[in-house]
């Protein structure tokens, strides 16, 4: 479960399951990806390209990784040559990857509640 704005649906046209919203300007996504068989630095990065786009990779930042047995977390933000500022979070169980991300955000104001919804 994610807590996101009002409207949220899934998006038929996604190349992946996706769940999206706009709202108050900011874009708002939930992306479910291939979860990788090692989760290394390495794995996590191509993990948060496959969503953002490989345009968004010079300036992206990975921090906060947390690990437990049967959950792994990690926060990334990134700018990107078209558009602005994207913060995300990578949420990996067992079975699935998980991509929250929110574009264009002016003041943060629904950020953290959103990325740190998920449960």
Known sequence: ?????????????????????????AVYEVVELARPKKLDEQAMVKLVILHVGISCQKEMRLTGRVDTEKLSLLRYETSCDKGGRRYGKLWIDGQRALSLVVYDEQNGEHRDAFLDSIK
């Open 1 to 25: 479960r994610v807590l996101m704005p009002p409207g949220a649906a899934h998006d038929a046209k996604a190349k992946s399951r996706t769940w999206k919203v706009t709202h108050e300007g």
